[in-house]
């Protein structure tokens, strides 16, 4: 019984080793804060929606003439009912001329209703919420810019910092990542493609995050395979040189990936569309004999059921 104690404490040591080391790392606190910023972004696209659904009872040629959510939110707070957009106080939050004036005469010639002072209060106070969750998620990305070009300098540098971010947390750690395949980083965020292809054999995902990457988008459809798959075979060494190693090779990786890139766009067209035509040459001329196989008999067609 006292072997079996003593097994017992070491392994349950050896268990709250492993859980500190795991959530010690930086890993957590960036996967934590990248899943955070699309739920900030969900939440303020939800508030901006319902704001511009409510205000535009009292305003709503607003959302025609305003250039952004953003520019909505802070003139719907900031300003109140439509008598407050003078040309005076619309100039301290409008900078183009053109908007400016567009918004003057859209409040002049508004043909919303007129709200009372409790219920534009509470329009105001939904407005600074969703300012306030906007501000968070601006210093939530400059954290996580500076804590991806610390943890994974090199891995960073080729993703950029976002992008970077969101395959770690897919991966679920760097040293998962580090450990991955290539093409299994290609297709990091696709997963639902992924198992409709292994599941029912319909067309298998070409990238996944990576879509979003600047040199993915930049170059035409029909190459954009090939430059996720070279873009994710240098990620895949840039994140085992820094999880391995400390030294700075994603210079040497962007000459190789730009230089890739050149040669793909050179010498990969855009493919013909269509199949080739398999029908045979000779047509049927009026007269001719067709020669028709007979049919075979069928020996099972007309026997009876077993009952």
């Excluded at 957009?85 to 100039?91: G, N, Q, W």
């Excluded at 040669?263 to 029908?279: F, L």
């Amino acid at each position: 019984m006292d072997k079996i104690a003593a097994l017992r404490r070491k392994l349950i040591k050896s268990t709250k080793e492993k859980v500190k080391e795991h959530y010690s790392g930086k890993d957590v606190h960036l996967i934590k804060s990248i899943n955070l910023m699309d739920d900030l972004d969900s939440v303020f696209n939800l508030l901006a929606e319902q704001l511009i659904e409510w205000y535009g009872v009292h305003f709503p040629e607003l959302n025609s003439v305003a250039k952004d959510n953003e520019q909505y939110l802070k003139l719907a707070y900031e300003l109140g009912g439509r008598k407050e957009f003078t040309e005076k106080k619309v100039a301290e939050w409008v900078k183009g001329k053109d908007d400016l004036k567009r918004i003057v005469e859209a409040a002049k010639k508004s043909n919303g209703a007129a709200v009372e002072d409790s219920d534009l209060g509470e329009i105001k106070l939904l407005a600074l919420n969703a300012l306030n969750l906007k501000e968070e998620r601006t210093y939530l990305g400059k954290y996580i810019e500076k804590g991806m070009n610390k943890a994974l300098p090199n891995f960073t540098a080729l993703a950029g910092p976002f992008i970077g971010a969101r395959l770690l947390a897919k991966a679920g750690s760097s040293k998962k990542l580090a450990f991955m395949p290539a093409s299994t980083i290609q297709v990091l965020g696709a997963e639902k493609a992924l198992f409709l292809h292994l599941k029912k054999g319909s067309k298998g995902p070409k990238y996944g995050f990576l879509y979003s990457h600047p040199l993915v988008k930049q170059v035409k459809p029909w190459n954009r395979g090939k430059v996720a798959r070279s873009l994710a075979a240098k990620l895949s060494i840039a994140v085992k040189g820094d999880y391995f190693g400390k030294k700075n090779i994603s210079d040497g990786l962007k000459k190789d990936l730009e230089k890739r890139l050149k040669d793909i766009e050179k010498n990969n067209g855009p493919k013909k569309s269509g199949k080739p035509d398999k029908r045979p040459d000779r047509k049927f001329k009026p007269g001719q004999d067709m020669k028709f196989k007979p049919r075979p008999n069928n020996k099972f067609r007309n026997k009876p059921k077993k009952r």
